[in-house]
């Protein structure tokens, strides 16, 4: 199956795609000199393909790619983001990194 990311800033989401069809998505709220990651969302018919981590890493690298430090308030990010310090603790804004890392 093919998978595809994609912002949609309209909706203020990015999106995952599998086969053209929509899996899930992560909102955002884009502010001035960061971005904050709101809530994460995997239809369930695709729920357990591992799309969730594939969204939460896309997202994480966009941020970096576009120098934009991270707020992740959705619960799945934050975890994605504990799971993976070594790749992905830098991007959270330096206020919030104990917090992220403790719980």
């Known amino acids: 199956m ?4 994609k912002d949609n ?4 989401r ?7 069809e929509l899996a899930g998505f992560v909102t955002y709220a ?6 904050t ?8 018919a695709y729920e357990g393909e591992g799309l969730g981590s594939q ?10 790619r576009r120098g934009l430090p991270v707020v992740p308030m959705c619960p799945f990010v934050a975890e994605y983001i ?4 070594d790749d992905y603790l ?8 104990d917090k992220v890392m403790n719980g």
């Open 82 to 85: 504990r799971r993976h310090p």
């Open 2 to 5: 093919p998978v595809e990311v």
């Open 37 to 44: 990651f709101i809530h994460t969302e995997i239809e369930p």
């Open 55 to 64: 969204l939460a890493r896309a997202v994480l690298d966009d941020a970096r």
């Open 14 to 20: 990015y999106e995952i795609r599998t086969d053209g």
């Open 90 to 97: 830098d991007l959270v804004r330096s206020d919030l990194k």
């Open 30 to 35: 884009l502010h001035e000199h960061y971005i």
């Open 9 to 12: 800033p309209q909706e203020s």
